[in-house]
């Protein structure tokens, strides 16, 4: 059980058997009465947000919520396929709960898995990933007004805007939070 006094961002907690996030939250004390926690928090299964208020000291549930390391295996449909890399199970994932996230998913590799009562929620990237680029048209020559970019798929199969000197086959650094090309590796 958490106390309003271990409330922090970031921090999740159960309410009515739905898990949520701490987006915000803010301790103040009205003329009357005893002091009070607000919060904004997300719901972890619909990623809708909603205001609760708590007085303080009050109690709230710890939700059954594990990080697993898993490794990725393939896209099968709709569904991602993972691997437990401890007892080697495997478990399905609909690719819509990842919110894009599978756009940077390359198969065998090792990715942290949130699951909430046994079932796949979200999948947790690295901020930055290296990954090569296999499709993009070439630049013009002479082209050089600073800030043009031109779209590139890369080997996952993300789109993502570079800059013109970018080629086929080069390894770019790519932002997975925003899409955002970071530079040449």
Same mark, same amino acid.
């Given at each position: 059980m958490y106390s309003t006094t271990d409330f922090r961002k970031g921090l999740k907690i159960e309410l009515d058997g739905t898990p949520y996030e701490i987006v915000d939250f803010q301790h103040f004390k009205p003329g009357k009465g005893? #002091? %009070?926690? @607000?919060t904004k928090l997300r719901n972890i299964l619909t990623g809708r947000l909603q205001d609760n208020t708590f007085r303080s000291g009050e109690k709230? =549930? @710890?939700?059954?919520?594990e990080v697993r390391e898993m490794q990725f295996l393939y896209?099968?449909?709709? #569904? &991602? #396929?993972? %691997?437990d890399l401890t007892s080697y199970e495997q478990i399905a994932m609909? =690719?819509?709960?990842?919110?894009?996230k599978? !756009?940077? &998913?390359?198969?065998?590799?090792?990715?942290?898995? &949130? &699951?909430?009562?046994?079932?796949p929620l979200d999948v947790e990237l690295p901020l930055s990933l290296v990954l090569k680029v296999v499709e993009t048209e070439p630049g013009a020559k002479g082209d050089t007004v600073s800030n043009v970019t031109k779209p590139a798929k890369l080997e996952t199969g993300a789109v993502v805007q570079v800059p013109i000197f970018? !080629? =086929?086959g080069d390894m770019i650094k790519v932002d997975t939070r925003s899409s955002e090309y970071l530079g040449r590796e």
């Open positions: 005893g #002091a %009070m926690v @607000r709230v =549930e @710890r939700p059954d919520l896209h099968d449909g709709e #569904a &991602l #396929a993972f %691997m609909d =690719e819509s709960v990842t919110g894009g599978s !756009n940077f &998913l390359k198969d065998g590799q090792t990715v942290q898995v &949130l &699951l909430y009562k046994g079932q970018i !080629n =086929e």
